[in-house]
């Protein structure tokens, strides 16, 4: 909890100095009227506050940020005025963190803030996506529903980015795992093993090559993991500029299988976020706006803000500028195109991301099937191969005696 140096006047001749403890300024001034004190001035002290100094305290994830969006929708539905319900949250929460957001929130709001203002101040907890639908709730006064909707559309969101991760950890890591086991082994084991064949006069091929491979990777090992960390920080530094980050992003949609799982994501998470924005009353100018900040893949976000351009500036039908660009499949144009003469495109958007959802976990099962035996398989080779061109040479001694 920050930490203020305050200066007040106690009784028309006493000034007392000192230090409180508080969630915001305005705390600090309620704590010292509290005393009987008069605040003359209050300024935070910097590096104040124990709890962010801790190392081990844990960081605020956006899992905390989904139940606190649930937390303040049930108790504001229920008549709950603002104030009091952060601090009724603030009071139950046990992450020390999260419960110094929640009180630098609350404070903007006793400084005569709106919610959505005070939110803004924590950005990289709350981004403009989330600012903005708040700000929608707050002018239609339906704050609760809102939040509602943006608690469980990030609920989803959550589920479709593990399910995700999940498909996508076990085949890395086993793939990592293996080459670094076989490269290990080619490196600084073998070539120790291998010069008992030095007196053969002729080996078998597959121990040739055997040979051949550990010999250059022991002489030049260092420039191979040097070159690795080139190549990886050579993509790192292409994807901070624009243009690099739309040529990597563009070959991660052309891998096999991976790339149609980020495809399948981001378009889930679009949809979804679309027919959030929608039913919130936003403009399609400013729905396209933030809609196109969920989409990891860069080369997907030039898309859509290509056809919120053309939306906008050229007057074309939003379905009409799904059907141009190059990486949305037709059915999601159709769907749109649908929902527009409907007058439902929230709805359609809706049911396009429940769709896609499920193609995002009918694909996960489906790589966590095929990836795991095949990449168990292919080290299986690997090894198999190391161990049959080492006793290749043994079985043929054994049959010249």
């Known amino acids: 909890m920050p930490l203020f140096i305050y200066k007040a006047k106690q009784g ?6 000192g230090v409180v403890e508080a969630f915001s300024r305005a705390e600090a001034a309620d704590v010292l009227n509290g005393r009987g004190l008069v605040p003359i001035h209050i300024e935070e002290k910097q590096g104040g506050g124990t709890e962010l100094k801790r190392p081990w305290s844990r960081r605020i994830t956006r899992r905390d940020v989904v139940v606190f969006t649930y937390q303040l929708a049930s108790l504001i539905r229920s008549g709950v005025p603002i104030l009091r319900a952060l601090s009724t949250i ?3 929460t046990d992450h020390p963190r999260f419960r110094q957001l929640v009180g630098g929130i609350e404070g903007s709001i006793r400084d005569g803030e709106m919610l959505s203002d005070a939110l803004q101040r924590h950005e990289a907890h709350f981004p403009e996506l989330y600012v903005s639908m708040v700000r929608s709730g707050e002018s239609g006064g339906v704050l609760d529903t809102v939040l509602t909707r943006l608690a469980e559309a990030m609920d989803k969101e959550e589920e479709t980015r593990r399910r995700a991760q999940s498909a996508m950890a076990y085949p890395l890591l ?18 120790r093993v291998l010069s008992l064949f030095d007196e053969y006069e002729s080996l ?3 121990t040739r090559i055997l040979v051949g491979i550990s010999n250059f990777c022991e002489t030049n090992w260092y420039w191979l993991v040097l070159g690795v960390l080139l190549l990886v920080a050579l993509f790192r530094r292409m994807a901070t500029h624009e243009r690099g980050r739309l040529y990597v992003d563009g070959l991660k949609l052309k891998l096999p299988l991976i790339g149609k799982f980020i495809l399948l994501t981001d378009i889930a998470r679009f949809s979804r976020t679309l027919a959030l924005l929608l039913q919130s009353g936003l403009s399609i100018d400013r729905v396209l706006l933030l809609g196109a900040q969920t989409a990891s893949n860069h080369v997907l976000r030039e898309e859509i803000d290509e056809v919120r351009r053309q939306t906008v500036s050229q007057g074309i039908p939003f379905s009409e500028g799904l059907k141009r660009a190059r990486n949305f499949p037709i059915f999601v144009s159709n769907m749109c195109a649908v929902g527009e003469e409907a007058g439902r495109l929230d709805e359609s958007l809706d049911e396009v991301a429940v769709f896609y959802e499920r ?3 009918r694909q996960s099962r489906l790589a966590i099937s095929l990836l ?11 090894v198999g191969f190391i161990v049959a061109a080492m006793l290749l040479p043994i079985f043929e001694l054994g049959t010249r005696l």
């Open 174 to 191: 086993t793939l990592t795992v293996g080459i670094l086991t076989v490269f290990i082994l080619l490196t600084f084991f073998l070539p």
């Open 204 to 206: 078998p091929l597959p």
């Open 359 to 361: 193609q995002v976990e």
């Open 90 to 92: 603030r009071e139950q």
């Open 372 to 382: 795991e035996p095949i990449l168990i398989l292919v080290v299986g080779a690997l």
């Open 12 to 17: 028309p001749h006493r000034t007392e100095e």
